[in-house]
């Protein structure tokens, strides 16, 4: 790769305050989220009760990270939807493993 | 569509790795429930095969403190690392799109050093695992086994650590490989390909697939660490 040509001139933007604070906040959502985990994983017995709170904090937490860090809220609609619609076959691999895991434990 | 081809295909192949976790995570429900639960007190806990250990006395040791009983409190910190990183990560693309070429340097070389503690956080808790600790688990012929691999392990049924290997190597896997990849888009925005490009686009690339692996640990954490 040759040197010698003149580098293109670049403009610098000064940074996007606003977009920033954002992404902090969120990191402090996701910092926060983790912290309740932690007191619930001591202070709770093992259940159906306490897996059902861990799932859905997880999934809150995977929106953030999905919707602001992977910036797949602000894409277009198409490309959010052909993303999105797969994950339905994860939650149906999911619910009939568990089911099926569950039914072998009756016939151990 | 909109995007650009580079990010589309980035994000199905991100679908395509999502199918390959979810389908190892839900082998591991699908184990783990077939499996006895362990029903008593916490305290009261044994190490067993009869039954599916509970993670806050299988994973409860921190570095440098050894004996000292802190349930997850090591995995906390490897998850704040994974999260911190992938915040330094999706500024170093802020910094792209504004063309700060300084900046995005700093934040590259912020996220790789994440990475990279969080494999050296890893490999201490492998070593740990594989090596064992405590009082061990009283075995058929009247011997202690400490640790764990592939056939057996101290900690519960064989299943137990084989899934503890294969799903956390194979995230474990995935960070080293993002490090490798984070790292080459360092040395490309050093050496200023981007800026005569005129483009940053391929920090967000890989930011997709660090933030991915990111996302990957917060599954792994809860249903590995804390279910």
Known sequence: ?108 | MGASYGKLMMWFFLLSDAFTFSALLITYGLVRSSHHAYSGAVEAFKFSTEYWPIPERVYESIPFFYGLEAPLVFVGIMTFILIMSSVTMVLAVEAGHRMDRPAVEKWMLWTILGGIAFLSCQAWEWTHFIHGAHEGRSVAEGTTFFGANLIQNQYGPSDFADFFFFITGFHGFHVFSGVCFNFLIYYNTVTGVYERRGHYEMVEKVGLYWHFVDLVWVFVFTFFYLV
Do not use: C, D
């Open chain 1, 1 to 108: 790769m040759s040197y010698s040509e003149e580098t293109p001139q670049v403009t610098v933007l000064p940074p996007n305050k606003e977009k920033i604070k954002q992404l902090w906040t969120v990191a402090g959502i996701l910092g926060i989220i983790t912290a309740i985990e932690f007191v619930i994983a001591f202070t709770m017995n093992h259940g159906p009760l306490k897996t059902s709170i861990f799932v859905a904090l997880t999934i809150v937490k995977a929106a953030y990270i999905v919707g602001e860090f992977m910036h797949l809220r602000y894409e277009v609609k198409v490309l959010f939807w052909s993303i999105l619609i797969p994950i339905i076959f994860i939650a149906w691999m999911l619910v009939a493993f568990v089911y099926e895991g569950m039914a072998i434990s009756t016939v151990r």
